[in-house]
């Protein structure tokens, strides 16, 4: 194992820090998030506070990427070594260590000392905070509100400053075209979501329309992304839908807690709904709408919403292993054939960003 110490920190700190290197998680220390990839602590050391980020390399795949490259770890501390001479405010790397394998790094630890207390910046804060990283030189390609605090000094001057350089690279110049653009619109994205109104806000911080329309198209791209990972994750683990098996080749995906009518009345071929011809059935009650069809319903049921009390998608059936077998596909009977219809429409338009051409980072 490759072990680096920053020179100020004492041999006790030193001896403190030990257990976290090695991927492990002391006593004394907060565990503030963990994923499948990766793990970020919160501890005391001394009479400060630090972070430490474990990356846990579970898979492979994930390894082999940095097998002739170096481990995220060091690349981090050499980004913001030289944020830090640009005069980015970024954390103090304090200690860093990588453990190799054959086919790659097998644990990499970075650890950080806790920056001064801040707060979220708001819309125009964030997006001028994108551009006068760019203007100094650094492209963060995950640019998002999480990553930026707003500091206050003693006189009441606000400062920016920033997290997570592991995938950063900084340039000679200031950061233009399809880097900016992209930084921008992860930016964008990030507010969106929180219902945030972000591009009149950019309008009046740069006259540059071809580079505001290109954050925009970003924008749009991560959303669909999103929208997309969400839908994987529905048809995957999600807590809300729990996968049946109908006959011996059918598969049925439905939400927990929910019955599905065992009746229907006579099936109806429509013609005219949203997704084409496709045979229509109501359950005696008219609580519950079955749509059969060849086709299209799985992509309709990944991408629409999933039923509460009132409206909603109830499950997606298919009676055979194979794409083109017969579906069906279950929705609250009060969402009606205009909840179809919008539903149907989302997956178009998603499908239309997504096929626009991608910007680059």
Not at 290 to 310: C, E, K, N, Q, S
Request: with cysteine.
């Amino acid at each position: 194992m490759r072990v680096w110490h920053a020179p100020e920190l004492s041999a006790t700190e030193r001896e403190a820090l030990r257990q976290v290197l090695a991927g492990g998680v002391p006593v004394e220390a907060e565990v503030v998030q963990e994923r499948f990839v990766r793990r970020v602590l919160r501890m005391p050391l001394g009479d400060r506070v630090v972070f430490a980020k474990q990356h846990l390399f579970p898979r492979l795949a994930v390894r082999a990427r940095y097998w002739l490259r170096a481990s995220p770890t060091a690349r981090e501390v050499a980004m913001l070594r030289l944020a830090a001479q640009r005069g980015v405010v970024v954390p103090q790397p304090l200690a860093e260590a990588t453990e190799r394998g054959l086919l790659g790094p097998t644990s990499a630890v970075l650890v950080t000392e806790e920056l001064a207390a801040g707060t979220e910046p708001g819309v125009e804060d964030l997006l001028h905070a994108v551009l006068w990283l760019a203007e100094h030189g650094v492209f963060h390609p995950d640019m998002h509100g999480d990553n930026v605090r707003l500091l206050t000094d003693a006189g009441g001057a606000g400062r920016y400053a920033f997290l997570d350089f592991q995938s950063c690279s900084v340039s000679g110049g200031a950061v233009r075209g399809r880097r900016l653009a992209w930084m921008i619109g992860k930016a964008m994205a990030w507010l969106t979501a929180r219902g945030a109104l972000p591009e009149p806000v950019l309008r009046s911080l740069t006259d540059d329309t071809r580079l505001v329309d290109a954050a925009l198209q970003v924008a749009g791209q991560l959303k669909a992304r999103c929208r997309a990972s969400r839908a994987r994750h529905r048809l995957r683990d999600s807590t809300l839908v729990c996968r049946e098996r109908v006959g011996l080749l059918g598969c049925r995906l439905r939400l927990r807690g929910s019955e599905l009518p065992q009746r229907f009345d006579q099936e109806v071929l429509e013609r005219t709904t949203p997704v084409g011809a496709a045979l229509i059935a109501v359950s005696g009650d008219g609580s519950v709408v079955r749509v059969r069809r060849r086709g299209l319903l799985r992509t309709l049921w990944m991408h629409g919403p999933l039923a509460d009390r009132d409206s909603g998608f109830l499950a997606w059936e298919r009676i055979g292993p194979w794409p083109w077998a017969q579906e069906s596909l279950y929705i609250c009977g009060s969402m009606g054939s205009s909840g179809l219809r919008a539903a149907w429409e989302g997956v178009l338009a998603d499908a239309a960003v997504m096929a626009a051409p991608t910007l680059t980072r």
